[in-house]
Structure formats: C-alpha cells, structure tokens
C-alpha cells in the first residue's frame, strides 16, 4: 500500500494535470457548450474509459513494450491523426447534421457515438500513456507491495480527479448555451469552432515527436 503522504503529493499533481487546459477539457467543454451537460457528461464516461485503457496497459507493463518499438507508436499515433481529422470533417461537412444547435442534448449524437468518440479519443492519444509512463515510477515502490496493486490504485486516484474536475467544468460551460440559443447567427460559429479543435488537435499529434 502506498503512504498516504506519496498519494497527497500524486493527487495533486493529478490535480495540476486536469487544470493545465488540454484535448480533453478542450474537447469537453466544446460538447457541453454545442450540445448540453449530458452529452458531454457521457463523452466523459468514454474519455474516462480510454484512461483506463491507459492505465490497464502500463499496469501490465505492455504499453513499456509499445513504447520501444518506435513503428508501433508511430502506427498508434496516425491512427488517432486520421480519426480526429474524421471528426473534424463530420463537424463542417456540407449539408451534414448541425451538432452544435443548441436543445435537444442527444438528438444528433447517441449516447453510444458521444461515448465512442470521448472514448477513441483518448485511447488513441498515446501521449497519455507517455505520461502514465514518467509519473507512476516517481511514486511506486518495491517496498510497498505489489507493484500492479500501486500502478492501479494510482491510476483510479488519476481517472477519478480527472473525471471529477472535467465535471464541474462541464456543468458550469453548460450554461452557455442559453447564449447560444439567444444568439442563433453563431450556430455556423459554433459547427466550425468544433471542426478547427479537432483539425488542430490532430495536427498537434500528427507534429509531435513522441518520446
């Protein structure tokens, strides 16, 4: 079992980790803003998902594998590029559905796309697993039992403050669209204000050098 001093000091760097505004927060806030607090609470549960996908690997010791085979990052990496540019596509497409009209929460996505896409999101961003990678071995410990029983019990701590700080933001961004709804001429604003984060978030991954 890990100190109860090491798990303070882990959950505040998580802490500091989730408000350093990044993809997801970008991403959530986006969703909560173009379609309501509930989709964007159920595209949390998918990007809470894909850091347990994360943290499942690094537990196991297969993403230190992944990670030393340079083909396989980069395979992971374009995969994520593609899916993003995807996305962006589907937001500003002509003559595609307008997911950023504020109303009905789920009438244009599905529960099951809105979590698919939270979830894909992050499982293909391996920087989340880099980062899993540089931060546990600073607080795990031979001497402090089993090292899968910490790298877990390190990752739950991780997912729920991530999840928890990304909810608060979601329900206070949520209130924006009663501007948006007030304002319709930003409709347009919004649809391309969605598409721009997902092309820029796939160029941001398609630039990085990775290790």
């Given at each position: 079992?890990?100190?109860l001093?090491?798990?303070?000091?882990?959950?505040?760097?998580?802490?500091?980790?989730?408000?350093?505004?990044?993809?997801?927060?970008?991403?959530?806030?986006?969703?909560s803003v173009s379609?309501?607090?509930r989709?964007?609470?159920?595209?949390?549960?998918?990007?809470?998902?894909?850091?347990?996908?994360?943290?499942?690997?690094?537990?196991?010791?297969?993403?230190?594998?992944?990670?030393?085979?340079?083909?396989a990052?980069t395979t992971?990496?374009?995969?994520?590029?593609?899916?993003?540019?995807?996305?962006?596509?589907?937001?500003?497409?002509?003559?595609?559905?307008?997911?950023?009209?504020?109303?009905?929460?789920?009438?244009?996505?599905?529960?099951?796309?809105?979590?698919?896409?939270?979830?894909?999101?992050?499982?293909?961003?391996p920087?989340?697993a880099?980062?899993?990678?540089?931060?546990?071995?600073?607080?795990?410990?031979?001497?402090?039992?089993?090292?899968?029983?910490?790298?877990?019990e390190?990752?739950?701590?991780?997912?729920?403050t991530?999840?928890?700080?990304?909810?608060?933001?979601i329900?206070?961004?949520?209130?924006?669209?009663?501007?948006?709804?007030?304002?319709?001429?930003?409709?347009?604003?919004?649809?391309?204000?969605?598409?721009?984060?997902?092309?820029?978030?796939?160029?941001?991954?398609?630039?990085d050098?990775?290790?």
């Amino acid at each position: 079992m890990i100190p109860l001093q090491q798990i303070i000091l882990f959950f505040l760097a998580a802490l500091v980790m989730v408000l350093t505004p990044g993809p997801n927060m970008i991403y959530l806030v986006s969703r909560s803003v173009s379609q309501g607090k509930r989709a964007a609470m159920i595209s949390l549960g998918g990007v809470a998902c894909g850091m347990l996908f994360h943290i499942l690997l690094v537990s196991l010791g297969l993403t230190t594998i992944l990670m030393a085979v340079p083909y396989a990052y980069t395979t992971l990496k374009m995969i994520g590029v593609i899916y993003l540019l995807y996305l962006a596509w589907q937001a500003v497409k002509p003559g595609g559905k307008n997911v950023f009209e504020a109303g009905d929460a789920l009438k244009y996505d599905s529960p099951l796309r809105l979590f698919s896409m939270g979830l894909f999101t992050s499982v293909l961003n391996p920087k989340i697993a880099v980062f899993y990678l540089s931060l546990f071995p600073q607080f795990i410990k031979p001497e402090y039992g089993s090292i899968l029983v910490q790298s877990l019990e390190l990752g739950f701590i991780q997912v729920f403050t991530s999840a928890s700080v990304n909810a608060l933001i979601i329900f206070s961004a949520a209130g924006v669209t009663r501007w948006f709804s007030a304002n319709p001429k930003w409709i347009r604003a919004q649809k391309w204000f969605m598409g721009s984060i997902f092309a820029g978030l796939a160029l941001k991954m398609a630039l990085d050098k990775g290790k």
